[in-house]
């Protein structure tokens, strides 16, 4: 690996299954849908709202079951047919307008740079990413070097900056670390709009905690009782309860600037509550192993930074209502026009 850098109608959704009902599996013309399809019905001023179509469609919930244990799971690695998972849900928000250039940072581990760079090239973007020499390498490592038109690796926060400022130039759309900001947690809000019923409580990795923040944000729009359980798999500053709420309430008044029948967001009866994560972070734990081979039995693919940590906290506790959000996607790159078909700028 290099370690220094050389060079509208809307069609109408089907209806989520019901917990307990047996998995369904979207087809690949779902593609005719659109991620915020709920969403718009429920408030539909939003549709002036600018987002990139990156080819996310509503995702179904599974029922799946562990030694007599029910499971739903909100099955967001299908959220597109390219590179799914959670990432892409924030970067159809933070890629529009559709900016000339894009630069991003990330760990070692690289799953939103990869994201980024993947998405971008859709759009026929380049982008420059930094990573910040943290955690391990993963299996998108080598991936978001090849796709990247500048790549480095530095050794902190400080060294990324300086890099970041060396490369910017006008027209650079700069996306936080896993998209980290309130217009990054509106595709996970857009998204609690497509379940059907509201989980008691539901269990999603924390890390920049930008999906978290859109949980909360749109639990609260629509009145939930319900509580997030953050699983924290890196650092306690990234996933800072003060800022997970901070971030969502900040997403939900973003959308009120477009559409004023948004209402104000209320905690009402949304909690949030963080447990951490055995191990370091990108620490590949005995036990994490073991909770993706469990699961890779009942036909769920996991890794063992992330949903394996979480998954593993899910099943130690056992708590009756529990909704696993799935947020991981097995990576490929780009190799067909047909897979690039589907982008568009288009509006909300």
Same mark, same amino acid.
Request: with cysteine; glycine share 8%.
């Given at each position: 690996? $290099? ?20 998995? %369904?599996? +979207?087809p690949?013309d ?16 939003l549709?002036?709202f600018? *987002? ?14 562990l ?18 998972g ?8 933070l890629l !529009? ?11 070692l581990?690289?799953?939103?740079a ?5 998405h971008a090239?859709? +759009? ?10 943290r ?10 070097e090849?796709?990247?038109?500048r790549?480095?690796?530095?050794p ?9 400022l !060396?490369?910017w130039r006008?027209g650079?759309?700069?996306?936080p670390?896993?998209? !980290? ?12 709009f497509?379940?059907e ?6 269990y999603?990795p ?30 306690r ?6 800022l ?5 309430? *900040?997403a939900a ?9 948004v209402? $104000? ?11 951490? !994560? ?7 734990t ?15 693919? +996991?890794e063992t ?9 899910l ?9 696993f959000?799935h947020?991981?996607?097995r990576?490929?790159a ?5 897979? $690039?078909?589907f982008?568009k %700028?288009?509006?909300?």
């Amino acid at each position: 690996m $290099r370690t220094d850098a050389t060079q509208g109608s809307i069609s109408r959704a089907r209806s989520q299954p019901e917990f307990g009902r047996p998995p %369904v599996r +979207l087809p690949v013309d779902r593609l005719t849908l659109t991620a915020v399809e709920h969403l718009l019905r429920r408030f539909p001023g939003l549709e002036g709202f600018p *987002r990139v179509d990156l080819g996310v469609r509503p995702t179904p919930t599974e029922e799946i079951e562990l030694d007599g244990f029910p499971i739903a799971v909100k099955r967001d690695d299908l959220s597109t047919p390219v590179y799914g998972g959670n990432k892409p849900r924030a970067l159809e928000f933070l890629l !529009a307008p559709r900016p000339r250039r894009v630069m991003t940072f990330s760990s070692l581990l690289a799953y939103h740079a990869y994201a980024t760079a993947v998405h971008a090239a859709g +759009l026929g973007l380049k982008t420059d990413v930094v990573l910040v020499r943290r955690g391990r390498e993963s299996e998108v490592t080598e991936l978001a070097e090849a796709l990247a038109a500048r790549f480095c690796v530095v050794p902190g926060v400080t060294a990324a900056l300086a890099r970041a400022l !060396a490369w910017w130039r006008p027209g650079t759309r700069v996306v936080p670390p896993g998209g !980290a900001c309130a217009r990054g947690a509106v595709g996970t809000l857009a998204a609690v709009f497509e379940l059907e019923q509201l989980p008691r409580r539901i269990y999603v990795p924390l890390g920049t905690g930008v999906t978290a923040s859109g949980l909360l944000a749109g639990l609260m729009l629509r009145e939930a009782v319900t509580e997030v359980v953050a699983v924290r798999v890196a650092d306690r500053v990234a996933g800072w309860r003060a800022l997970v709420w901070a971030r969502a309430f *900040r997403a939900a008044a973003l959308l009120r600037r477009f559409d004023p029948q948004v209402p $104000r967001a209320a905690v009402g009866g949304v909690s949030l509550r963080v447990v951490s !994560a055995d191990g370091e972070y990108g620490q590949d734990t005995s036990s994490a192993r073991a909770t993706v081979e469990r699961l890779r039995a009942v036909g769920l693919t +996991l890794e063992t930074t992330y949903t394996g940590k979480t998954m593993e906290v899910l099943l130690r506790e056992r708590m009756p209502g529990a909704l696993f959000w799935h947020t991981y996607s097995r990576p490929k790159a780009l190799r067909t026009a047909e897979e $690039r078909g589907f982008w568009k %700028v288009t509006p909300m």
